[in-house]
């Protein structure tokens, strides 16, 4: 039984919502929902196979969930710099990533907050997440998961054309 559902005693479980977002331009370029049991880690290389269609990635800003060697390489491969934070006892060794390493010697090096200043880590995700659910709300009003999504991602979708009025 998840934690949440015990505490609270909750029978449904809940939508976990992935975007990835335009930094520049606040838009939502690509998004994934799942449901509560999917790690956000295993959704990074879907998510950027669907936003490099649409735009032009040259790095990926992420928080620790994302944190693993699979991301790490694929985003080197794909030649995208990948800025993600990484666990607080992480080690140097290489072990098949070096660009995880990499990331590992530069936090430790600076302090957590002037690595996000270094690469203006701020959290776009967070804020289009919190402008997404004052406008349109927390809920969904669907039942079935397939109805769910489809509402999740209109909802997406206004928020993209209310980002597009408003810059213009």
């Known amino acids: 039984m998840v934690w949440i559902r015990k505490v609270w005693k909750v029978k449904k479980g809940y939508l976990k ?8 331009t606040k838009q939502i370029v690509s998004m994934h929902v799942t449901s509560e049991k999917v790690h956000d ?10 936003a490099v269609k649409s ?16 991301n790490f390489n694929f985003l080197s491969q794909s030649g995208i710099k990948p800025v993600i934070r990484v666990r607080g006892n992480a080690v140097a060794r ?5 660009s995880r390493r990499d990331a ?4 430790k090096s600076l302090r957590s907050r002037a ?23 927390e809920y969904v009003l669907a039942r079935k998961f397939v109805n ?10 206004l928020y993209n054309i209310f980002v597009a009025l408003t810059s213009s």
């Open 17 to 24: 919502i992935h975007f990835a977002v335009n930094t520049k």
């Open 41 to 50: 880690g295993k959704v990074l290389k879907r998510l950027v196979k669907s």
């Open 55 to 70: 735009v032009r990635v040259r790095r990926v800003l992420a928080d620790g969930a994302y944190d693993s060697r699979e």
């Open 94 to 98: 290489s072990r098949g990533c070096p």
């Open 104 to 107: 590992v010697l530069e936090q």
């Open 115 to 137: 690595w996000g200043r270094v690469h203006r880590f701020r959290w776009v995700v967070e804020g289009v997440f919190s402008v997404v659910k004052r406008v349109f709300g």
């Open 148 to 157: 769910m999504v489809k509402e999740v991602v209109m909802k997406a979708y």
